[in-house]
């Protein structure tokens, strides 16, 4: 079945440093693409997403590109701040019509000032 | 305007209990997905309305769960008779119909099972 991985964390890095989360994913469909975020004590919010091959999802300075040829959605942000920390979770959704996600474990990022 | 509220935000129950827990979609929105979150792991599909229509219910982990979304609006799930492996953080999320769409999640009703 679809299945969605993501780089373990934590990931711990200094104000201003460039962030990348790897995120691969296998289906058998064509799935869109999502990145989510959760700061502490709040839901799930979107970040940004991709629905076709080599689009490019932005947004808040963080971006991913959807790379059909190697199965990933990396998430890369140049200049990281403290209030980005977060726990960021890959997600795709099926193609099968349900349009369920599937998500990956997450990965924790600790920004230090 | 609002968002996905769910309740109650926490929830204690002694194994072997019943609970319900209630989710309120954003007005018009036709998806309805369930998700079961445990400490430290990305959520989990457990089921998926189209209006009242429940049209996958593959996650659900067992017999005990159940859900319903009778006028297609608001939603309940319903765990019986819990047991401690039932702890975890269940997300409600709505969306507009089609996959391009995103999901908005609640916050989540925390459970606990001792």
């Known amino acids: 079945g679809d299945s969605v991985t993501q780089m373990e964390g934590p990931v711990t890095l200094s104000e201003e440093a460039f962030l990348t989360i790897n995120c691969t994913y296998t289906a058998t469909g064509y799935p869109s693409l999502f990145w989510y975020v959760q700061y502490p004590g709040e839901g799930l919010q979107l970040l940004l997403k991709?629905?076709?091959?080599?689009d490019k999802g932005s947004n808040k300075g963080f971006e991913a590109t959807y790379r059909k040829e190697t199965t990933s959605f990396h998430l890369e942000k140049g200049s990281v701040q403290v209030s980005d920390s977060a726990v960021y979770f890959c997600a795709l959704s099926d193609g099968s019509g349900t349009y369920k996600y599937i998500f990956g474990t997450g990965t924790r990022l600790k920004v230090l000032a | 305007g609002a968002g996905v509220s769910q309740s109650p935000r926490y929830k204690v129950a002694k194994r072997g209990q019943d609970v319900a827990l209630r989710c309120d979609p954003i007005?018009?929105?036709?998806?309805l997905f369930w998700y079961q979150q445990a400490l430290g792991q990305g959520p989990e599909f457990l089921t998926y309305?189209?209006?009242?229509?429940?049209?996958?219910k593959s996650g659900l982990p067992s017999d005990r769960f159940f859900a319903e979304r009778p006028e297609g609006s608001v939603s309940t799930l319903k765990i019986q008779r819990t047991q401690q492996e039932d702890s975890a953080v269940y997300l409600c999320?709505?969306?507009?119909?089609?996959?391009?769409?995103?999901?908005?999640f609640g916050p989540g009703t925390r459970l606990t099972v001792l």
């Open positions: 991709a629905t076709k091959a080599d």
């Open positions: 999320a709505s969306s507009t119909r089609g996959t391009y769409n995103e999901q908005f």
């Open positions: 309305f189209q209006n009242e229509a429940q049209l996958d």
């Open positions: 007005s018009g929105h036709v998806s």
